[in-house]
Structure formats: structure tokens, C-alpha cells
């Protein structure tokens, strides 16, 4: 697992600085509030800051434009994924 997490100096909340999104969903995990996030996308492992980030944000992670591409998100049915034994191969 490459989620890295680092305890408070001061005895706080342990924080998490990066999360692997592709890996929670192997998982089955919902993704916990991070620093940073590790995305895939076309096969490249980027990371971006927001837990939110726009298309045109991950386009321009992977050098491409918004204009010329569009985003298509693509989730498999979970019981289909566990059959399988492949989460996150589909795409």
C-alpha cells in the first residue's frame, strides 16, 4: 500500500499526504481526505492536490487539452469486478 501517512509532531490527528485513489478502490475503501491524491489516468500516475479536481486539471496532468479531448469516467459494477478478481483493469 502507498498511502503514506504522518502523525502529528504535536501528539494531533494523524494526516495522510497521499492516497493512492486506484488503490482504495481495489480495496473497496472510500478514499480518505488527503494532502494529495495519486490518480491513473491513460496509464500514467499523476498527482493533484484537490480531492476535487476538474477534468481540465487531469487532462493538463497528462499534456492534454480540454478542447480536444473529453473525459470519460468508467466504472465496472462491483460484483462484476469481484468476480473477475481484476478492480481497477477494466479501463
Known amino acids: 500500500m502507498e498511502n503514506q501517512v ?7 490527528v ?4 497521499l492516497v493512492d485513489v486506484l488503490e482504495c478502490a481495489e480495496r473497496d475503501e472510500e478514499v480518505p481526505h488527503a494532502r494529495e ?10 498527482t493533484v492536490d ?3 479536481p476538474t477534468g481540465e486539471l ?3 496532468k497528462v499534456g492534454k487539452r480540454p ?10 459494477p462491483r460484483e462484476l469486478c469481484r468476480r473477475a478478481g481484476r478492480c481497477g483493469q477494466f479501463a
Not at 504522518?6 to 494531533?12: K, P
Not at 491524491?37 to 499523476?46: A, C, L, S, T
Open 67 to 76: 478542447c480536444a479531448f473529453e473525459l470519460i469516467e468508467e466504472f465496472v
Open 37 to 46: 491524491y495519486r490518480v491513473h489516468i491513460d496509464g500514467e500516475k499523476v
Open 14 to 17: 494523524p494526516v495522510i499526504e
Open 50 to 52: 484537490t480531492a476535487y
Open 58 to 60: 487531469l487532462l493538463s
Open 6 to 12: 504522518v502523525s502529528g509532531s504535536d501528539g494531533s
